[in-house]
T-cell receptor, first 113, second 108 residues
Framework: EAGVVQSPRYKIIEKKQPVAFWCNPI?????LYWYLQNLGQGPELLIR????????DSQLPKDRFSAERLKGVDSTLKIQPAELGDSAVYLC???????????FGPGTRLTVL | RKEVEQDPGPFNVPEGATVAFNCTYS??????FFWYRQDCRKEPKLLMS???SGNEDGRFTAQLNRASQYISLLIRDSKLSDSATYLC?????????FGKGTRLHILP
């Protein structure tokens, strides 16, 4: 069974530029998560989807971050414009439901210069 | 007080020893609990769920203490390959909260 796929794996951009990350969850998983992880910290939830509905986006900085999950499958997370403090690893995870085990993708390591 | 707290470590433990660490949570309405393992520069992976009655998987034992609001992870006969960061996860009302993790170094 294929795992959670994310792309790109690495991204280096200059501040004020836009950037987008893509996630393909495990087939059949209704719940999709985007996390941000800084070095030495645990993952911090940005947004959680149940199918195509964003059910928890309370931690998403909506002035610059946006996300979508069209058709309840793939998801895209966008930052526009990026700031230096956005440098981190962005992890996507999926699960059958929010009470089940989450499976993580390899993450996208973002560096903002 | 943070909702989920872990001792960041590092715990430096000789190979073959037993090590245990806890994770405390502040909200008594928390409903489900997990331990994840994260290797350096890798994604987190589920180690084990934590059940009310406690559960064991080989050398690993997880326990839940609802009265004192903590979960624990015990590793017996530690191996070099157990070196990693261990993250606890607490679910409450569909909110998923990760601890910052406890770093474990197994020494040869």
């Amino acid at each position: 069974e294929a795992g959670v796929v994310q792309s790109p794996r690495y991204k280096i951009i200059e501040k004020k530029q836009p950037v987008a990350f893509w996630c393909n969850p495990i087939s059949g998983h209704n719940t999709l998560y985007w996390y941000l992880q800084n070095l030495g910290q645990g993952p911090e939830l940005l947004i959680r989807y149940e199918n195509e509905e964003a059910v928890d986006d309370s931690q998403l900085p909506k002035d610059r971050f946006s996300a979508e999950r069209l058709k309840g499958v793939d998801s895209t997370l966008k930052i526009q414009p990026a700031e230096l403090g956005d440098s981190a690893v962005y992890l996507c995870a999926s699960s059958y439901s929010s009470y089940n085990e989450q499976f993580f993708g390899p993450g996208t390591r973002l560096t903002v210069l | 007080r943070k909702e989920v707290e872990q001792d960041p470590g590092p715990f430096n433990v000789p190979e073959g020893a037993t090590v245990a660490f806890n994770c405390t949570y502040s909200n008594s309405a928390s409903q489900s609990f997990f331990w994840y393992r994260q290797d350096c520069r890798k994604e987190p992976k589920l180690l084990m769920s934590v059940y009310s009655s406690g559960n064991e998987d080989g050398r690993f034992t997880a326990q839940l203490n609802r009265a004192s609001q903590y979960i624990s992870l015990l590793i017996r006969d530690s191996k070099l390959s157990d070196s990693a960061t261990y993250l606890c996860v607490v679910n409450r009302d569909d909110k998923i909260i990760f601890g910052k993790g406890t770093r474990l170094h197994i020494l040869p």
